[in-house]
T-cell receptor
Framework: AQSVTQLDSQVPVFEEAPVELRCNYS??????LFWYVQYPNQGLQLLLK??????LVKGINGFEAEFNKSQTSFHLRKPSVHISDTAEYFC???????????FGTGTRLKVLA | SQTIHQWPATLVQPVGSPLSLECTVE??????LYWYRQAAGRGLQLLFY??????ISSEVPQNLSASRPQDRQFILSSKKLLLSDSGFYLC???????????FGQGTRLTVV
């Protein structure tokens, strides 16, 4: 069965510093991978997705993620964060050909002035 | 363009009362529909998903049920709420043309 692990529940970082949010997944078949962002009391918004091809994926708001098949990871990065990036970030996996999306427990990013 | 409507935004219900949360999608047909629950520190838990009218798959045995009476309508129900049913409930959809799910704005349910 597929699963997703987000190792960091909270990540504090100063404004304009780089950040990496970690995500590891487990699956016996090929997968699609996603990062979503959630602002307080709102739904989830897609940041980026990996389907196939280039392992470096660029998304909205300056975020990017790198798919590493050997390490079963899909870490999210941003070279310089802003206060407005403060939110909760979720990694998700979907096995190709299935209808289900499995989410990690989320990482709360807090950007400090 | 496609949109998803989820209501109410917030709900406070006493223990033992019934529940009905509704989600509708506009601008698409035959979507896959999902109900997720978000509890503090537990991420998003998939509760139900549906690939068509009347077709419901339950992921977690619990006090809740789901129904899909129309193609673009997905309803989450309970006959008697428990305190543990409190949480943030999110409806989502996707079509065969998409690989990602699109989420509604959620319903904050507090059972007291």
């Amino acid at each position: 069965a597929q699963s997703v692990t987000q190792l960091d529940s909270q990540v504090p970082v100063f404004e304009e510093a780089p950040v990496e949010l970690r995500c590891n997944y487990s699956s016996s078949v090929s997968v699609y991978l996603f990062w979503y962002v959630q602002y307080p009391n709102q739904g989830l918004q897609l940041l980026l997705k990996y389907l196939s091809g280039s392992t470096l994926v660029k998304g909205i708001n300056g975020f990017e993620a790198e798919f590493n098949k050997s390490q079963t990871s899909f870490h999210l990065r941003k070279p310089s964060v802003h206060i407005s990036d403060t939110a909760e970030y979720f990694c998700a996996v979907s096995e190709t050909g299935t209808y289900k999306y499995i989410f990690g427990t989320g990482t709360r990013l807090k950007v400090l002035a | 363009s496609q949109t998803i409507h989820q209501w109410p935004a917030t709900l406070v219900q006493p223990v033992g009362s019934p529940l009905s949360l509704e989600c509708t999608v506009e601008g698409t047909s035959n979507p896959n529909l999902y109900w997720y629950r978000q509890a503090a520190g537990r991420g998003l838990q998939l509760l139900f998903y549906s690939v068509g009218i009347g077709q419901i798959s339950s992921e977690v045995p619990q006090n809740l049920s789901a129904s899909r009476p129309q193609d673009r309508q997905f309803i989450l129900s309970s006959k008697k709420l428990l305190l543990s049913d409190s949480g943030f409930y999110l409806c989502a959809w996707r079509t065969s043309q998409n690989t990602e799910a699109f989420f509604g704005q959620g319903t904050r349910l507090t059972v007291v």
